[in-house]
């Protein structure tokens, strides 16, 4: 094939999908491990990995055969049935976590919105107390939602889409001072990452995460962690253990290594 082919995609795509991307002058036809090749043949080591999800490498075949086999034997048939694939799921994730129960979803945005709405309503239905505002660090990116723009709190990604929803307030990364200033009676939670990547992979100290621990505890509110790191338990290597945790396995910004680019979030 010659180069025209990916123009005459480029201009396919022009007509037919919304710009949300800015895309690399390259279209990809396939791949294999940790190759993928382009419309002309040429091969790259693919560094990007989907963005952080293959990590277990492109048309991996065990996980080829694993999809195949379950095609064949059941897709979907929605949360209205008890379905054993998803309990057996679940007993392996709690087993790598403190956590009690996990809560299944379609994107990190969606987990993120879960844990939203979760913080607000433990503190409002448990706790009876008026508290809905979440904190976040600035730097942050938490979905495209508008809760999750809203929590995101960075201009560009809201500009063109106010009046953005209230209840959410940024602080600064690593000053406890102000972020204990910052915690009022309204407030619910404070939503961190403790690897931040729209923040220029920015991992959280250890020393920092428990000292947001200790002050949700001593202050009564919620410390959901949210995503920017692709581990299931980051906490016991970065510190703080948090209330509700989230791990997406879909294209950017959720999914990640644990479904290997095949989407399912929770």
């Excluded at 989907?50 to 694993?66: D, F, K, M, P, R």
């Excluded at 607000?120 to 505002?133: G, I, L, W």
């Excluded at 999750?148 to 809201?158: N, P, Y």
């Excluded at 220029?200 to 200790?214: L, S």
């Amino acid at each position: 094939m010659t180069t025209s082919s990916l123009d005459t995609i480029k201009a396919r795509e022009e007509s037919l999908l919304c710009r949300t991307y800015g895309r690399y002058p390259v279209s990809i036809a396939s791949g294999k491990g940790s190759r993928v090749t382009d419309l002309d043949g040429k091969e790259y080591v693919d560094l990007l990995a989907g963005i952080a999800v293959t990590s277990l490498g492109h048309c991996n075949e065990e996980i080829a055969q694993v999809i195949e086999k379950q095609a064949r034997k059941l897709i979907h048939v929605s949360n209205l049935f008890y379905q054993e694939e998803q309990l057996e799921l679940a007993e392996e994730l709690l087993s790598l976590s403190h956590f009690g129960k996990a809560f299944f979803c379609n994107s990190g945005a969606e987990a993120n919105e879960a844990q939203i709405k979760l913080a607000r309503r433990y503190m409002q239905r448990v706790k009876n107390v008026d508290a809905y505002e979440i904190i976040t660090l600035d730097k942050a990116f938490h979905g495209r939602t508008y809760a999750t723009m809203a929590a995101t709190g960075q201009e560009r990604f809201q500009d063109g889409f106010a009046p953005i929803p209230d209840g959410f307030q940024t602080v600064p990364w690593g000053d406890l001072n102000v972020l204990e200033a910052a915690i009022t009676p309204k407030t619910a939670a404070v939503l961190v990452e403790i690897v931040q990547g729209e923040g220029g992979i920015r991992p959280m100290h250890a020393e920092y995460a428990k000292g947001i621990e200790a002050l949700c505890r001593e202050k009564g509110i919620l410390f959901p962690r949210g995503r920017g790191t692709r581990r299931p338990v980051p906490y016991r290597q970065a510190g703080g253990v948090p209330s509700i945790s989230i791990l997406s396995p879909t294209p950017f910004p959720g999914p990640r290594p644990s479904a290997n680019g095949c989407p399912w979030a929770l």
